[in-house]
């Protein structure tokens, strides 16, 4: 039972165009958002969360966005570099466990120079 | 802030063989967390330690694992009897203890079983 999904697999963009990543989750008691950029050979490195109080919430260049009705989140990146591509993951959590985060599948982020 | 240490890097053992992997959180925080990756998967969480006391565990976690945080500081994960499914990319996160705190994680411990 895939709680968090991140339907695409892949996603490539041109430098200095708008990213954006998708995620979707079926799972009402989540109320805690986050994604994670992850390079090959480390670990996620977090990038931005969101709680659902909010439906959104800005850093920089990244933005998340919550469609709770929607059970929808997505992350903009704007605009997008070349160091941006990297596995994008994005994770919830509820408030009863938050020990535990369900993580989506990922997506693939390349951005073109 | 030094980041989450794991140790080693790789594994590289022969099924039944026992495995122990190390994580050193960030000093300053409360919470430690196991995950497990394996190819085209996001992490999936296996157990996590407020100080030293464990207070999750995922059905994952068969009775071949084991997971101990003695002085609340260091957390070690060992695997018994390993078994081919175990190979896989173990991951330790930290965070603070409070509401929404994000977790941040090692680079993880690759584990091949031969």
């Known amino acids: 039972d895939q709680q968090v999904k991140q339907n695409s697999p892949s996603l490539s963009v041109q430098e200095g165009r708008i990213s954006i990543l998708n995620c979707d989750y079926t799972n009402s008691m989540f109320d805690y958002f986050l994604w994670y950029k992850k390079y090959p050979a480390e670990g996620p490195t977090f990038l931005i969360s969101?709680?659902?109080?909010?439906d959104k919430n800005e850093d920089g260049r990244f933005t998340v966005f919550l469609n709770k009705s929607a059970k929808h989140l997505s992350l903009h990146i704007v605009p997008s570099q070349p160091g941006d591509s990297a596995v994008y993951f994005c994770a919830a959590g509820s408030g009863t466990s938050y020990g535990k985060l369900t993580f989506g599948q990922g997506t693939i982020l390349t951005v073109h120079p | 802030d030094t980041g989450v240490s794991q140790n080693p890097r790789h594994k590289i053992t022969k099924r039944g063989q026992n495995v122990t992997f190390r994580c050193d959180p960030i000093?300053?925080?409360?919470?430690l967390y196991w995950y497990r990756q394996t190819l085209g998967q996001g992490p999936e969480f296996l157990t996590y330690f407020q100080n030293e006391a464990q207070l999750e565990k995922s059905r994952l976690l068969s009775d071949r694992f084991s997971a101990e945080r003695p002085k609340g500081s260091f957390s070690t994960l060992e695997i018994q009897r390993t078994e081919q499914g175990d190979s896989a990319m173990y991951l330790c996160?930290?965070?603070?203890?409070?509401?929404?705190?994000?977790?941040?994680f090692g680079d993880g411990t690759r584990l091949s079983i031969l």
């Open positions: 969101i709680s659902s109080i909010k």
């Open positions: 996160a930290s965070s603070q203890v409070g509401q929404y705190q994000p977790q941040h």
């Open positions: 000093s300053e925080h409360n919470r």
